[in-house]
């Protein structure tokens, strides 16, 4: 996977923290910490890395490719994070550093349907 090009980052993303509290009932209320807002290259993974998630159980649907900043990078961004971009929620499976260049962090993810 490259680099991406100038242009390329044109999709507004939320970065959230999810994180569970218990609730009355044994139940359980999820709460979201908003992280960072920030632009994002937004791709559909193909089909290969699709059903090869599907069969390890780590469903990755679509991959985000944002700029590194100390508030969001591989170290930072986990599967405790959710990605929201056009009323569409994202779980972040994994995040890692695109080429290794520490320019670009990649996030996978899998879509959990619309907020």
């Known amino acids: 996977m490259s680099l991406p090009a100038a ?13 569970d509290i218990p609730a009355m ?6 709460n979201f910490t908003t ?9 559909p993974v193909g089909g290969a890395i699709f059903f ?6 780590e469903d990755v649907t ?11 990078n591989e170290q930072t961004i986990t ?3 959710v990605i929201e971009s056009n009323s569409t929620r994202y779980r972040v499976r994994r995040a890692s550093d695109l080429e290794g ?3 670009f962090t ?7 349907g619309n907020v």
Do not use: P, Y
């Open 52 to 57: 090869g998630t599907k069969q390890v159980g």
């Open 106 to 112: 990649m996030i996978e993810a899998e879509c959990l």
């Open 79 to 81: 599967a405790n994070h």
């Open 35 to 43: 992280v960072a807002t920030v632009w994002a290259k937004h791709q």
């Open 7 to 19: 242009g390329e980052l044109n999709r507004r993303i939320v970065i959230k923290s999810q994180s």
């Open 25 to 30: 009932g044994a139940a359980i209320t999820q």
């Open 101 to 103: 260049a520490r320019q």
């Open 62 to 72: 679509d991959r985000f490719i944002v700029r590194r900043t100390s508030l969001v």
